[in-house]
Structure formats: structure tokens, C-alpha cells
């Protein structure tokens, strides 16, 4: 970005913020606190507190609890305290509780056990809950194994080896990606290696094919053990279609074993899903089209060009897809298909043959299979074919209850669906750990005090738009509405600042601690800068790789020299609703949109939705759904205590029954001028990749408001836990507006 127009951004005037004392930026960049020991007290001690709070793995955690880590931190910093503070009170109290647990004999075999069954509990906790990326154990792993697959890659180049190599390096690239959600950090460079191997392999599919030789010929010692995989009848029955030579047979070979045109294909497909992640969706599908050109009944090349097509509209390409995946998959290994023509179903039922009825025609095929398979591998303790074909019924019931909930609007039906999927979900996973989730709100609370942030501090840019709040709130939505401005750019839920999040804290620590206030300046604004680099140059990429198509219908497409580049990314990672203090911390002047809706409308939203394994498991059972609810509104007003006016407030409500008047404050608010293309958002042909990818498409509806009344009746237990917080008595707090519509 130009960086006179970043200064005069910076130095305009900020519609969004409060004149409160404690969220204004200062504009000398090297002002001290009132006392230097203030500033150790309130900024670098919570800091160190924050990073070991951060890196210690949570047995410590667990066993010594949060005054223990002001203790270690303390030991580390002098700093004086007065009999009576808040901090005193902790370590005596932290010292006294050591002095009577070491008065404690060691060595009984009751605490062993206790010991036991709590690293036990600890193993379970790290397998459902990743840590922050860059300290915990899988990032470190992931990073070596990177090292070492690119030396190998690397070192193979221009020989018979380099194939096998650059699919094995890009793979893990993919997976590695796919595990860790940092704003895709190796994307790019997965995207180039697969390329390349690709250009080899077709040159090498030519010259076999000038020879007449056969471009599908496997290991010969292997293609046994290949059928034996899926069974001899039913791998019959899979090529029955295509002829017995069909690529699919090669899907569960190693990669050496795999013929020319099964490589092509595998990696075509390969990188079809790394343009999927990037958000490249057109791009997807001509890697998925490529891949069939080979084989096209190609299944998992079938099953992802069937969701590139969902999410980009293309419904009637999407359900063609899906229902030649059912009709060729009879050992029913794509589950996926059963879900996302679920998907199109809900967005347009006409253009399915059959609508409905074929699907549920399918799934009451695959269920007592599935069911019985399940029990079986219950009943032997066999914990991975309980996941696998739990994983399998989930999916199955939820696409269940979609259908009664859509179609025949039956609720009691549909809930009996609903409610056995999530059993089946939970059943894998360890039990909700309420300790933990207490202690993280806690932390943040005892961390980001009033007292805690330095003025002067962050960088001045405004070119972030922070997007938060809990789970199916409509943050979608809102993210819509602020792409279609043409200044204003969406990048989805891959948060770049998220993802660094690890880093940039322990760097802040690690300035901090240098005593100079100047150096932590320095280092915060380039950290805030990297994050805005980053976004850019990630729209840039994206942005190069997209099809001219994407704009709004009955628009011309501008010519590349005349293209507006934007000024404005949002970041959509909900959850940062727990890292407020950090983005106020790097950006003082970033728009940060709380978006919340009608509590109960929020919390059965998230708990009949299937989301991707990982932070929000356990909305898929009442207690921890209801717990991470209270969590999020306890952080909230936490916010609005210590940050008086930072924080934008927005009604879901407001945004459906009030756009027009809602929408010029919003985009005010952003610092870009109004453009009418915003009412009109629903109209710009963006791919969305969320839950709510076919909603956004619609436009703005308010008949699903209170949709969890229908359901009611099965929610007392629900209603109970949240209690008085079924009511969320907030207002929109963007500057001029007042909503005067009845909601």
C-alpha cells in the first residue's frame, strides 16, 4: 500500500472509535508510563506470565495452578510488592499451598495412580484440542519432517527419483496446511512442487504412450494386495463401469506403486485441494477436470470438483457430481457425498434428479450397515473402527436430520437424527474439560488488565478488520457485506494474525524484557506491519489466481491496469474474541466487529452443525457447548470493562431487518466511502467456504430468527445450563445508528 495514504488514513478521522482515554493511541511513540515500575508491573510481568502460560503443557497447568506461574514469572523479574496486592496475595498463597504439598509423602501408590490417570487425561486433551501452533509438539514435528522431506526433494531434482519425492514433500505440505490454519504458509509452495511434478509426469505419460506402452501399469507384485484392500467382489464391481483398468483401483497404492496416469491423477487431485484451501475454487476444479480428462469416474477427484462447485453456486454441476460418487462408490468410502448433496438439496432441491427421496433412498441403504459395523468394532475394542465408522453414522444422521428439518419439517424426527449423530460424535472423543476452558478465560482476565496497555504502543494502520464472536452469529454474513465494497477485502477464516498469534506474543516478551520501551515499540509495529504485509500479499496471490468471472452479475470485468486494490482486509476468526488484547495491542486503530446474536438462536445453531474436528468438538453435547457460550460472554464483558468503546458491537438482528439504514454506519465505520454494490452483496459471484456458503447466497432473510423454538421442547436441559444468558441485552454501537424496526 502506498504509505502516504496509510498516513492519511492513519491521521483521519476514526468514526468507529471511543474518545475513552483508555483506547486512544498516543502520538509519541516513546512515552513512558508514570514509573518504570509500573510499566514492569502491568505490561512485561503479565507478558512473561502469558508466554510460560502459553508453552507450559497443561499438566503443569493443571497441577499448579495460574497464581504458580506469577510465581515462576515473578522469580525471573524484580519487582517490589506491598503486603496486600493482588499479586502478593497470590504467591504467598501459591507458597503456602507448595509448603503444605511437599510436607506430603511422594511416593504412596494412590497418588501414582492419580498421576497416571492425569497424564492419561492430559494425552486425551492434547489428540482433541491442538495447542498454540508455534509451541506445541505437532508444529515442531511438522516443522522437521518439512526439513527433512525438502533436503530429499531437494537432492532428487533432475533424477529418477525426484517424482516420488516432490509428491511425497507436496503431500505433507498439503496435510501439514490442512492441520495447522496460519493463513496457509506452505501453500504456494505445495502448489509450485506439484506443478512441476505434473509437467514431469505428462512428459513421461507421451513418451509411453509413443512407445504404446501401457500408461496404466502398476507393480505387478503389488496389484493383488491393491484388490485385497477392498475386497476382490465389490473391486469388481467398482471397475464394472469404467472397464477393469479404472484409475480408481490405484487410490490405496503407495505412490511407487501407482501406474503414470494414477500418479497424474493423484496429483492433480492433490493440488485441486491445495487451490481449494487457498480459496482458489476455479482453479480446484480445472486441477479436478484435469485429473478426470484420465479416468472420469475418478472418485475423489468426482467428490472434490462436486464441493468446488457447491461453494462456488454451481449447484446443478455439484449434484450431477455427488449422485455419480453414490452410484459409483458402493463401498461407500466417500462419505462426503452424502453430506454435500445434502448441501445442494437445502440450497436448490430442483436441480437434484430425484430430489430428496434419492438421497434418503441411499443413506437407509448404508445405515444398518454402517450401524452394525460399528457395533461390531464396539464390542472387539477396536477404537479405530469406532471412529471411523462412528465419523460415518454422524455424518449419515445429520444429513437425516437436514432433511426432516428442511423438508418435511418434522422436528421430532428430525431431532432423533440429530441427537444420535452427536452421540455418535462424542462417543470418541475424551470428556469436556471444563478446568481448562475456566483457566484460559481466567488467564485472559488476569493478563489484559485496564493497566496493562502501554501508550504509544501498535501500529497506526487501519487496514485490518477484526470480524469475532461465538459460532454461527452471522459473521458470514457481515464479512459479505463488507466484501462487496470494492475498497474491502474478505479473507475468510484462515487468519494470518491467528496463526502467527504464538510468535508474535513470545517476541513481545522477548522485547519487553529488554527494559527500553523504544525496542518494544519498534518490535510490536513491525510485527503488526508483517501481519498486514501478509494479508496482502495473500489477497495478491489469491486474487492472480482467480478467474476474471469473479465479479458482480451484469458488470464489466475492469481491465487489470484499471483494477481498485483494496484497503481493507477482514479477519473472520470468531474465536479472536479471546485475543482482543493482542489485536488492540498491535493495531489501537484496527475496526474490530463483535457480531452477536439472539443467544439460544447462536447456541442451537452451533449445536446442530457439524464442524470440522478440532476447538468446537464439543458443541456437539450440551454442557460444553454451554460452558464455551459463558466463556465467550464472560471474555466480552471483560472487554468492554478494560476497553471501554474498543470493541464495535453489531446485532445479527439489526443486519436482517435493517440493513439499508445499517449498512453506510458499517462501511463509515471501515473508513471507505459508501458504494451501493453493498446492499447488493448476495449478487457478487465470491466463493464463500463456510457452513454458511449457501446461506450467504440467498441475501438477506430474517425468517430463521427464534428457528430454536421449533425445538424447544428437547432443550430444557440446554436452556437450564445458560441460564439467565438466554438473553443478550446488547446494542448496536456503530456511531448515528438506530434501529427503529421491530426485530
Known amino acids: 500500500m502506498n504509505r502516504s495514504t496509510e498516513d492519511r488514513e492513519a491521521n483521519g478521522s476514526h468514526a468507529h472509535r471511543s474518545s475513552t482515554p483508555e483506547c486512544s493511541s498516543s502520538s509519541s511513540s516513546n512515552k513512558r508510563p508514570s514509573t518504570w515500575s509500573i510499566f514492569i508491573l502491568h505490561f512485561i510481568l503479565p507478558m512473561t506470565i502469558l508466554a510460560l502460560a502459553s508453552n507450559c503443557n497443561d499438566a503443569i497447568l493443571s497441577s499448579i495452578g495460574f497464581s504458580a506461574i506469577i510465581d515462576h514469572a515473578s522469580s525471573s523479574i524484580t519487582v517490589q510488592t506491598k503486603p496486600g496486592d493482588p499479586l502478593d496475595m497470590n504467591v504467598r498463597l501459591e507458597q503456602e499451598a507448595s509448603t503444605q504439598t511437599n510436607t506430603k509423602t511422594m511416593h504412596n501408590k494412590k497418588e501414582k495412580v492419580q498421576k497416571q490417570q492425569q497424564k492419561k487425561k492430559q494425552q486425551q486433551r492434547q489428540e482433541s484440542r491442538p495447542n498454540s501452533p508455534q509451541s506445541s509438539e505437532l508444529y515442531k514435528n511438522m516443522e522437521s519432517q518439512i526439513s527433512q522431506l525438502k533436503a530429499i526433494y531437494q537432492s532428487s531434482l533432475n533424477t529418477p527419483d525426484e517424482i516420488i519425492s516432490a509428491i511425497r514433500y507436496a503431500d505433507y505440505l498439503k496435510y501439514r496446511d490442512a492441520t495447522i490454519h496460519d493463513g496457509g504458509t506452505y501453500q504456494m509452495e505445495a502448489i509450485e512442487v506439484y506443478l512441476r511434478t505434473i509437467d514431469l509426469l505428462e512428459n513421461r505419460w507421451r513418451v509411453e504412450m509413443l512407445n504404446g506402452e501401457n500408461t496404466r501399469a502398476i507393480r505387478e507384485e503389488r496389484e493383488w494386495n491393491a484388490a485385497a484392500v477392498i475386497d476382490t467382489d465389490e473391486y469388481d464391481e467398482y471397475d464394472s463401469d469404467s472397464g477393469r483398468d ?104 430442483e436441480v437434484v434428479e430425484g430430489g430428496w427421496e434419492t438421497l434418503v433412498a441411499a443413506i437407509n441403504d448404508v445405515l444398518p450397515q454402517h450401524t452394525s459395523a460399528y457395533e461390531g468394532a464396539k464390542s472387539s475394542n477396536n477404537k479405530r473402527g469406532m471412529k471411523h465408522f462412528g465419523d460415518s453414522l454422524k455424518r449419515l444422521h445429520h444429513v437425516m436430520f437436514r432433511y426432516h428439518d428442511v423438508k418435511t419439517k418434522d422436528a421430532s424426527k428430525a431431532w432423533k437424527h440429530l441427537q444420535k449423530g452427536n452421540e455418535y460424535k462424542m462417543s470418541v472423543l475424551p470428556p469436556f474439560d471444563k478446568r481448562f476452558e475456566q483457566q484460559r478465560v481466567q488467564g485472559v ?117 484499471d483494477a481498485v486494490k483494496p484497503i481493507r482486509f477482514s479477519d473472520k476468526m470468531l474465536t479472536n474474541y479471546m485475543n482482543v488484547g493482542f489485536i488492540h495491542l498491535l493495531f489501537p486503530n484496527a475496526l474490530i466487529l463483535h457480531v452477536a446474536r439472539e443467544p439460544m438462536d447462536t447456541i442451537f445453531s452451533a449445536y446442530k452443525h457439524d464442524f470440522p474436528a478440532g476447538g468446537l468438538d464439543y458443541t456437539s453435547e450440551f454442557e460444553g457447548l454451554a460452558h464455551l457460550y459463558h466463556s465467550y460472554r464472560d471474555v466480552m464483558e471483560h472487554w468492554d470493562n478494560v476497553l471501554p468503546g474498543r470493541v464495535t458491537h453489531i446485532r445479527y438482528e439489526d443486519l436482517v431487518t435493517d440493513l439499508p439504514n445499517l449498512a453506510p454506519k458499517i462501511i463509515e465505520a471501515a473508513g471507505v466511502p459508501w458504494d451501493e454494490k453493498v446492499l447488493n452483496f448476495h449478487k457478487k459471484k465470491h466463493a464463500v467456504n463456510t457452513l454458511s456458503t449457501t446461506q450467504v447466497r440467498k441475501g438477506v432473510y430474517s425468517h430463521h430468527l427464534k428457528d430454536w423454538k421449533r425445538y424447544e421442547p428437547f432443550l430444557n436441559e440446554l436452556l437450564e445450563l445458560v441460564g439467565t444468558r438466554v438473553n443478550y441485552n446488547l446494542e448496536t454501537t456503530l456511531n448515528g445508528y438506530h434501529n427503529n424496526v421491530e426485530s
Open 246 to 349: 479404472g484409475l480408481h483401483r490405484e487410490l490405496f497404492l503407495d505412490i511407487e506403486d501407482k501406474s503414470t496416469e494414477g500418479l497424474l491423477c493423484a496429483a492433480y487431485t492433490s493440488l485441486g485441494k491445495v487451490y481449494f484451501m487457498s480459496n482458489m475454487f476455479e482453479r480446484a476444479v480445472y486441477s479436478y477436470e484435469q485429473c478426470l480428462s484420465y479416468d472420469s469416474t475418478y472418485l475423489d477427484a468426482l467428490t472434490y470438483r462436486a464441493q468446488s462447485n457447491v461453494i462456488l453456486g454451481n449447484y446443478e454441476d455439484a449434484g450431477r457430481d455427488y449422485l455419480r460418487v453414490l452410484a459409483l462408490d458402493h463401498t461407500r468410502i466417500f462419505v462426503d457425498a452424502f453430506t454435500g448433496l445434502a448441501q445442494v438439496l437445502s440450497a436448490k432441491e
Open 445 to 561: 482476565k488476569q493478563i489484559f488488565t485496564k493497566e496493562f496497555f502501554p501508550q504509544g504502543i501498535g501500529s497506526k494502520t487501519r487496514t485490518p478488520i477484526f470480524i469475532i464472536g461465538f459460532v454461527r452469529s452471522g459473521s458470514t454474513l457481515l464479512e459479505r457485506i463488507l466484501d462487496a465494497h470494492p475498497l474491502i477485502v474478505g479473507t475468510g477464516e484462515d487468519s494470518v494474525f491467528n496463526g502467527r498469534l504464538d510468535y508474535i506474543r513470545n517476541e513481545i516478551v522477548a522485547a519487553s524484557q529488554a527494559g527500553d520501551l523504544n525496542i518494544l515499540h519498534s518490535k510490536v509495529k513491525k510485527l503488526a506491519d508483517d501481519v498486514v504485509i501478509d494479508m496482502i500479499k495473500r489477497w495478491e496471490i489469491i486474487n492472480d489466481n482467480t478467474r476474471a468471472s469473479d465479479t458482480n452479475e451484469g458488470d464489466s470485468v475492469e481491465e487489470e491496469g
